[in-house]
């Protein structure tokens, strides 16, 4: 034997268990001229197993080398955790045809266990379908994290298990600093979220400021918006004139944004901006520097924006450099600051709403700008409303003036018709009646000889009432008697019942202090109504309401007759009678209304207002 397999020989035995020198008794066989050569390889298996990339090339090159060393059929190694449970096993056969079966496995972990709870090497008896086994307990640190045995070799030299021992040892170094680099790894992966979770935790904070922050800007704006609608609307309740309301007004606003000066602009019909005088803070040399400034929709200039296009235009000395067209703003305008927004109504733009002169060293903020463009929303609505109001009360004197002319029109209008009916009335009555009756007289003289003179007499009778219902209506003498009002309408009534037999209810609650002509109005629209019932409606009751109402005098006239459709008796020619009734109440500032249908009788109704 060579000395240098003699050393090997020497060195592996005073490796074994206790320093036994039991291979002196074993190199005599062939068999352990082979196990050098094995052992020879072993330095550079140790390195294949320290390199593997993953567990399962550890256990792989581990079990391969195993079995190489004992001469067994099997290998395995299995992996517990720190409660002892098993969690992994790896196997290997020398015969690369021939698998573990499950029930093997089973054994040879079972066969294991004691080596787990003795933490000791030791020959067992054979596993079932096996020959003898070994195995022996892989340890790091004192601690058993598995276990590696082969079975199926026969009898197991003291250098094959030594071998197996030093293998062991390997496969646990091996095995803890796999674990120990997943470990790592796991850490640095943790260490790499958590970083990542810092910094979107920083990020969170950082957004939930600014959105702490933006929420406190957005209810300071909220409540600086409110206090501005409030200041528009107490300024508009004080029922100032424009230019005191325009001044209270901007001096509100220039409180609240914190402006020395505010302004607006009014937008002309011409399409350019002036700025409107009285504004607070504004002498008359910064207005000197002023010039209109054109705005058009669709321009593209600052002021078209602004007022058109809803920009909102913000600029301040510190913010502007050089060559900046809002420093030639600034400039122009001579302020260190400015703030302008569209000054609106609705969908009517008005101007712009602008704020000068910051308090604020860094310029006006948005929610300055969101302060404006409320006070200018409100602002506008009530510039709106004022001037409605004053088109109001324009409109108001004008229609004063129409009335006050009706009125004398139709006073006019009465006294001249009361002149032509009275000269009617006394002719009518001096003249026709009295010749009528004279007729009459001869015809009484004459006899009831005939029956022509008899046809003759009922005639001039028929006539005779007939011209004195018409000189009834054409001047009725109780309008001109006080408290005859109330007596004359019901005498028209009479009269009708007389004629045709019609049955009528009446209700009349009149004032007796109604002008002349308002009485003989109302009078007539009765008269007109109840004419239409005798002459059309072929009623058999008819209701008579007229009464005060609403600053003049209510009429209704109801008969349950055949009635008509009104759209048709308004075309048909000879029917004057509903367009009378409606002129004459429209000439005295009132209406009327007629609803009739077919087979439900005929409504007249309508109202004559009182003189002011």
Known sequence: MSVKLARKLSTLSRIGRGGCRLLSLETAGQSETGLWDRLEAFQSVSAGIAGAQDLEGVADEALKLALELAGASVAFIGLVDDAGSRQQVFSRASDPARSVTGDEIEGLFAAAATEMRSATSTVHKPVPDLSSYYGLPLKVGGKVIGVMGVAGGGVYTVVQRQGLDILGNQVAASVEIF????????????????????????????????????????????????????????????????????????????????????????????????????????????????????AEPFGGNLTSQVVYKDFVFRAAR?????????????????????????????DQRLGVAAAYDSKNP??????????????????????????????????VRRLQKVDEARQVLLRNMSTAVDVARKRFASELHDDALQKLTAAELHLQRAGDVGSPIADARRLLDQAEQALRKLLFEVRPPGLEVP?????????????????????????????DHQPHEIKSIVFRQVSEALTNVEKHSAATRVQVVVRERDGGIHGEVVDDGRGFVVAERDQLPGHLGLLALRERALLAGGWCEVTSEPGNGTRVEFWIPSPQ
């Open 179 to 294: 674990w120990m680099q997943q470990r790592r790894q796991e850490l640095v992966e943790a260490l790499v979220n958590m970083r990542a979770d810092l910094d979107r935790s920083e990020k969170q904070r950082v957004l939930n400021e600014e959105r702490a922050q933006s929420a406190l800007r957005i209810e300071r704006a909220r409540e600086l918006a409110v206090e501005a609608l409030i200041a528009v609307s107490t300024h508009a309740r004080t029922g100032a004139t424009f230019s005191s309301f325009y001044r209270g007004l901007t001096e509100s606003v220039a409180e609240l944004v914190g402006a020395g000066k505010v302004l607006f602009w009014q937008l002309n019909e011409n399409r350019t901006l002036t700025p409107i005088p009285g504004s607070h803070g504004i002498d008359d040399q910064f207005l000197a520097r002023l010039y209109p400034a054109p």
């Open 483 to 511: 408290g005859g009002f109330e007596e004359t309408i019901r005498d028209r009534v009479r009269m009708m019942y007389t004629v045709t037999g019609i049955e009528a209810e009446i209700d009349l609650r009149l004032p």
């Open 362 to 395: 860094d310029g006006f903020s948005m929610e300055d700008a969101w302060v404006l463009q409320m006070a200018g929303l409100a602002a506008g609505l009530v510039w709106q409303l004022k001037l409605a109001e004053t088109d109001l009360t324009t409109t």
């Open 318 to 346: 510190s913010d502007v450099k050089g060559g900046s067209p809002y420093g030639a703003v600034l400039d122009t305008l001579g302020v260190s600051s400015a703030i302008s927004v569209p000054w609106r109504a609705g």
